[in-house]
């Protein structure tokens, strides 16, 4: 068992460069089977656990997988040729339920156990399954533990979404490529994830058009071909690296980012006080005094991301005044706000609402990572708090931030990684 240990209460300065997106690449890397060719993937995390496991089931399945570099994987789908993905590489991640749109459209047959992930509600994918089943393909899901899909002929059709789901536009998609006709989704998720993998599909000879709008038009193709492609960089991550400067009073540049992706969480910290200077390809987020109050409300892109808020929950805890958040994606994405209380925060939750009323200062507590982002506020707010602060769980932060210790430190946090083998005593790692 891992924790950080954090000694809290430094300003945060420096520069920082944020990884590939976690979240295109988790739909990308399954996407490769789709042809029968060797893909290149750039700018890929490949040390978060979550890409380890999307990797393990592509290998299962018989791709070659190479890592060429730290950031570039090889990847030469020719000899795949199992169609079924256990549940134990599924259930260590959402993302596994990509492999049943791929999978899908390279063999007409996918068999896919039931996806795992961070708990944020109840996670449904009914809208993926009636995409599948409108493009023609019987699925059975009875058992509850696995997705079996089998069709001879894919034919497009028009498919609309009862629920705006990245998950399901992103599934939909990755099987419509190799349907004969054309697809239409509409209400389709207009991520930026969404467009990098549109991107993808196209440079393997797919026909994907709208994407990033509210419209997805797919013309099936025959044939589809290997590529070089670099992934976008993580938007997520360098709203941590923002909130994490801005909490900490800090003056962080931010490297590798695409600043209209960040427009959401750039907008909310600007009405919190900080100064956030915008350049081709990087961001520097400033502030020297406690922040001010403001409201979020979580919406689909191009609205405020809800993988952000717990991250913004904390600047928040630290502002002058109350503010409320309303999360409208997921049903229970507010376990953490107890944690934080630990901490000395005032929220109140109620229902899908946290109202929280602004403190002077955090103190260093012992706390749990409930989930990935979860994880991702609980280091802000100790790099914030004054003291030490203990996570515990943090495997949960090993799914999607790299190299935490580094990045983190080399800005000026005081922050380790201590082996802990009952739990409690911890060892240097
Ligand atoms: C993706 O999850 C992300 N995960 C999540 O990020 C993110 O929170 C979420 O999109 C929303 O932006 C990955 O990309 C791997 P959805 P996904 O389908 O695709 C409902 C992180 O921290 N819904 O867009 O599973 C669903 O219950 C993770 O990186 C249905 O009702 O989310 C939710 O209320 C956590 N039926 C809403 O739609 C369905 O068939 C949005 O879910 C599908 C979804």
Known sequence: MEKFVINGGRRLTGEVAVSGAKNAALAIIPATVLSQDICVIENLPTSISDISYIIK???????????????????????????????????????????IGALLGRFGRANVAMPGGCYLGPRPIDQHIKGFELLGAKVSAEDKATVDV??????????YLDVVSVGAT????????????????????????????????????????????????IRGVEHMHGCNYSIIPDQIEAGTFMVAAAATRGDVLIKNVIPKHLEPITAKLVECGAAVDENDDSVRVRLDRRPGKCNIKTMPHPGFPTDMQPQMAVLLSLADGQSVISESIWTNRFRYTEQLMRMGADITVEGRTAIINGIEQLKGASVRADDLRAGAAMIIAGLAATGKTEISDILHIDRGYEDVVGKFGELGADIRRLYCPDGSAAKAL
Do not use: W
């Not at 570099?69 to 020719?78: E, H, K, M, Q, V």
């Not at 209400?187 to 709208?210: C, T, W, Y």
């Open 57 to 99: 089931a592509l290998e299962y399945i018989g791709a070659d997988v190479k890592l060429i570099n730290s950031s570039t994987l090889y990847i030469d789908a020719r000899r795949v040729n199992l169609y079924t993905i256990p549940d134990s590489i599924t259930t260590h991640l959402r993302a596994s339920y990509y492999f």
């Open 150 to 159: 089998r069709c001879d002929k894919m034919r497009g059709t028009g498919i």
């Open 170 to 217: 992103a599934n939909i998609m990755l099987a419509a490529v190799r349907a004969q006709g054309t697809t239409v989704i509409e209400q389709a998720a207009k991520e930026p994830h969404i467009v990098d993998l549109a991107n993808f599909l196209n440079s393997m000879g797919a026909d994907v058009r709208g994407a990033g709008t509210d419209v997805i038009k």
